[in-house]
Structure formats: C-alpha cells, structure tokens
C-alpha cells in the first residue's frame, strides 16, 4: 500500500489537473 495523497496533492505530483484525477478515480484507474 502507498502513502495516501489528496487529490490537489496528487495533481501536483503528476502535473495534471484536479479534473484529470477525479476521472482517474471514477474510471477505477486510481484507487481512492
């Protein structure tokens, strides 16, 4: 298990944008 992110936290690390990663989320691709 990693560490857990928030998801600004997340945006930042990847360089994308807050949108990007809630569809990650919702797509099952990231878990939450």
């Known amino acids: ?3 857990i992110y928030t998801v600004t ?3 930042e ?3 994308v ?3 990007y ?3 990650l989320i ?3 691709r ?3």
């Open 13 to 15: 690390k990847l360089k």
């Open 30 to 32: 990231l878990q939450a």
């Open 9 to 11: 936290e997340v945006a």
């Open 26 to 28: 919702y797509t099952g």
């Open 21 to 23: 990663v809630y569809e």
């Open 1 to 3: 298990m990693g560490e």
């Open 17 to 19: 944008r807050k949108g």
